[in-house]
Structures are given as C-alpha cells and as structure tokens.
C-alpha cells in the first residue's frame, strides 16, 4: 500500500507543478463543480425520464446512480476511511472547500460515469459520447482541485462503470414483468 501512496501522490505534485495554471484552474473548479451531488446527472436523469422516447435510459440511469451511491459512498467511503490528499501528502494544496466525507473511492467519477455509461450505451452516440467525456473531465479535475487520489478516482470510474452495466442487466430482469403489470393494469 506504501507503493501505491507514493505513485499517487507523485502523480498529485506532479499535477500541481506541472499542470495547474491560472487559466486552466478556473475551468477545472468550474468542471468539479458540476459533479457536486451528483445533481448534473440526477438533472439529465429527470429529462430522460419526463419523455416516453428516453424514459428506458432515463430509468436505467437513476438505478446506475443509486447503485453508485450505495457502493461508494454509503458503504466503501466508510469502510476504508481513507482522509484526503491534502490531509496527508506534504505541498499538495487543494483548490476547493474541505470535503466532509473521505476520499476512496471518488463519488464524482463514480455517479458521473455510473450515469454515462448507461447514456452511452441507450442515447445516440451524439448525446452518449458527450456524456463521457463530461464524466472523464469532472473525475479528472477531483485530482487537478487535490481532493482525491488517483487510485480513487480509478476505483470510482470502475465502480460507476460497473453500477451502469448492473443497472442495465437489473432493468433487463425488471423489464418483462412491469410490461405485463402494465399490460394487465389496463384491461
């Protein structure tokens, strides 16, 4: 685990000697912000779900996202308790508030990419590969703003992507059985 520390905080300092700048760092802030919550994706979730074109996505989305939620941050976050970067690797100066919950596995790589995979795999490719692009930028920028380790946002965007493809499978499950509920509903 020693090893592991040390690739990550060398890959941190790095990032704020070499890759922070002062126009970049706005951007960045800006990009980390968007996946506050998660509510960028909970918004997008809604959309999909307000129209009966989208609706399918839309509900395999909200499934990925709580998957997600759940996993990291629920029940690993608290499990492994790992404090912050900031907290623990000498020079490396956060960009952002004080986050209130622990580092690994990172929340924002794990609901943005949770979210996009299933947006990926379900919309058009104009509207799916957007999704992952956003959901590589806001895990990025969790390492340019200093407030996670590269390792967790490694484990978030493999748990997310993860929860996306579960919530497909789940939906897959689901799907037959709430037709013929619907089905018999109406006569």
């Known amino acids: 685990m020693d090893f592991l520390w040390k690739i990550d905080s060398n890959i941190l ?12 760092t706005p951007v960045m802030k800006l990009i980390t912000a968007l996946g506050n919550a998660g509510v960028l994706w909970v918004l ?14 839309g509900m395999m989305s909200a499934l990925a996202l709580l998957i997600s939620l759940l996993v990291n ?32 596995p990172s929340g924002h790589a794990g609901i943005s990419f949770a979210s ?8 058009p490719k104009q509207a799916g590969i957007p999704a992952v692009v956003l959901a590589a930028l806001i895990s990025f920028s969790r390492l340019y703003v200093g407030v996670h380790y590269p ?14 493809f579960f919530a497909e499978w789940i939906w897959k499950m689901l799907e037959p059985r709430i037709r013929m ?7």
């Open 44 to 57: 997008i979730t809604v959309f999909l779900l307000a129209f009966k074109k989208t609706r399918r996505v």
């Open 73 to 104: 941050n629920i029940l690993l976050k608290n499990l492994v308790a790992r404090i912050r970067p900031y907290e623990a690797v000498d020079g490396l100066t956060r960009l952002v508030e004080k986050q209130v919950d622990y580092s690994f």
């Open 116 to 123: 996009a995979c299933v947006l990926y795999r379900g919309l």
């Open 13 to 24: 300092l790095f990032l704020q000697d070499t890759v922070r700048t002062p126009l970049l």
């Open 151 to 164: 390792s967790d946002v490694l484990a978030g965007i493999l748990i997310g992507t993860a929860a996306g």
């Open 181 to 187: 509920k619907h089905r018999t509903n109406h006569f």
